[in-house]
Nanobody, 115 residues
C-alpha cells in the first residue's frame, strides 16, 4: 500500500510562508484526488485544498488567494505553498490520497504561526 510522508511544517511569523510536501512511496497518479487537510486543537479536521489527477484544484474559502496546491507526478509528490500565513492557519496538516475505494492518510506535519 502507498504510504504518504508530509514535511515542511514548522514555526513561522504571521505573514510568512511555508511550503509543505507530501511524498508518496508509490504512484499518486492512481488516486483520483490528493488533498491537504488541517486540524487545529479542539477542532475537526477540515479540507484545505485538493488537486485531481487532471490538475483541477479546489480551496477552502479561508485560504483562497493565499495557498496553492500542486503536484509533480514524476516525483510522486504533492505540495502546498502557503503564503500570508495567519495564526488561524495553525494546526497539524495532513496529506490524503483518495481513490474510489479507499483513502490513505499521512502522519501529519505541524504548522505554528506566531502573531
Amino acid at each position: 500500500q502507498v504510504q504518504l510522508v508530509e514535511s515542511g511544517g514548522g514555526l513561522v511569523q504571521s505573514g510568512g510562508s511555508l511550503r509543505l510536501s507530501c511524498a508518496a512511496s508509490g504512484s499518486i497518479y492512481s488516486f483520483n484526488v490528493m488533498g491537504w487537510y488541517r486540524q487545529a486543537p479542539g477542532k475537526q479536521r477540515e479540507l484545505v485544498a485538493s488537486i485531481t489527477r487532471g490538475g483541477a484544484t479546489s480551496y477552502a474559502d479561508s485560504v483562497k488567494g493565499r495557498f496553492t496546491v500542486s503536484r509533480d507526478d514524476a516525483k510522486n509528490t504533492v505540495y502546498l505553498q502557503m503564503n500570508s500565513l495567519k495564526p488561524e492557519d495553525m494546526g497539524v496538516y495532513y496529506c490524503a490520497a483518495e481513490s474510489s475505494l479507499y483513502k490513505i492518510w499521512g502522519q501529519g506535519t505541524q504548522v505554528t504561526v506566531s502573531s
